[in-house]
Structure formats: structure tokens, C-alpha cells
């Protein structure tokens, strides 16, 4: 594995920075230095930055041949806004692939990358009880409390570093993860998202 830096695809003045991994490269490993990296400079930033919490995302690749997938992680300040004065951070790799098969519906994708989601963000929890790790986390909560939250195929949910258990999922993944069908989306959850709560 190795740090690479990439230009910001929106601001061509920031530098982001990419973790990329060699193909059976195992990602324990790799989020311990992803942690390490972005507590890091999130504790060296705090005041520039105005950082309020962190998001973290997955964008797999869905197609063969498709460019590589990856995990990103997000500073965001008090408007829910990516910082500008601090990088985003990647882990890039072959492991952030899944595939739907010719012949499986859409339903059962659905299902099965949600599974597959939680158990990547079940290995980044796993790398937070490096003991370099917990001390950065102290570190930086020690400025200010930083929440963190993680994307699923319908919405947010608190990752809950420091618990074995996720925080509660969107409505529409427990319904997927029961078998049954989510419903229509309901348009006024991303405009009051935070502010009521729909589930």
C-alpha cells in the first residue's frame, strides 16, 4: 500500500490524498493507516478547517472494466458542507468491487450490497481499536467531538466507533435486510434529513 496525492476533481487548489492498494492487499491494515492519516491531520486542522463531523462513503465498482472502486471519507462543517481547507481521503482498491451477476434481480442486489457494505464498515470499526488509533480518536475529541457517520444504499447511520453495533440504519436498509420491499422513497427525508427524523 501507498499515500498517492490527487488533484480535487471541484478545486483544482486542494490536494487530495489516496491510499491504494495492491491487489489481496487485506484492509485491516490499510483503515488503520486510513484512520492514523485522517485523524491526523483532522486534529493538526481543526481550527482552519471548522470541521463539525466526518462522512464516509464507499463507490464501488458495479461493472468489469470499470474504473477501480474506492472509499472516501469527508470533513463537513456545521452546514453539512465539505470542508475546503482540508483534504478528502481515499482508500482505492480491487477489494471495493461487487458485482451483479447476469440473472440476479435488482432486489437481490440491493440486498446483498447492503450486507456487503456494513461488513467493510464492520473492518474500519475493527482498525479504530488500533491503540494508535484510540489515542488520535481521544486526541481529536479532545478538541471537539467529532461524529461520524457512514453511507448505506439508502442514507446515513452513525458508524459508533467505540460500540461493536452500528447506530440505527435508514428505514429502507432494515426493510431490505428483512426481505421486504422499501417502499417509494419519501422526497421531504434529504430536504429535512436532520432536522426530522423519518425513521
Known amino acids: ?51 463539525e463531523s466526518l462522512a464516509i462513503d464507499i463507490a464501488e465498482c458495479q461493472v468489469e472494466g470499470d474504473e477501480q472502486g474506492c472509499m472516501q471519507a469527508v470533513f463537513h462543517n456545521g452546514q453539512q ?24 434481480d435488482n432486489k437481490s442486489f440491493n440486498r446483498r450490497q447492503i450486507r456487503w457494505l456494513l461488513e467493510q464498515f464492520t473492518i474500519l470499526k475493527q482498525a479504530a481499536r ?42 429502507e436498509d432494515r426493510e431490505m435486510l428483512a426481505g421486504r420491499d422499501p417502499g417509494p422513497p419519501n422526497p421531504l427525508k434529504d430536504l429535512m434529513g436532520g432536522v426530522i427524523d423519518f425513521d
Not at 485522517?38 to 486534529?43: A, E, V
Not at 458542507?81 to 451483479?100: E, H, K, W
Open 130 to 171: 488500533d491503540a494508535e488509533v484510540r489515542q488520535l480518536f481521544e486526541r481529536i475529541n479532545a478538541i471537539r467531538r467529532l461524529p461520524i457517520e457512514a453511507s448505506t444504499a439508502y442514507g446515513w447511520f452513525d458508524l459508533q466507533v467505540d460500540k461493536d453495533s452500528f447506530g440505527r440504519l435508514p428505514s
Open 1 to 51: 500500500m501507498k499515500w498517492t496525492q490527487e488533484p480535487d476533481e471541484d478545486d483544482e487548489t486542494q490536494v487530495n490524498h489516496a491510499l491504494v492498494l495492491e491487489p489481496g492487499e487485506p484492509l485491516l491494515p490499510a483503515f488503520v493507516e486510513y484512520w492514523k492519516r485522517i485523524l491526523t491531520d483532522g486534529c493538526a486542522k481543526a481550527k482552519k478547517s471548522h470541521w
Open 81 to 104: 458542507n465539505p470542508c475546503s481547507s482540508i483534504a478528502r481521503y481515499f482508500v482505492r482498491g480491487d477489494m471495493f468491487t461487487l458485482i451483479q451477476p447476469r440473472g440476479e
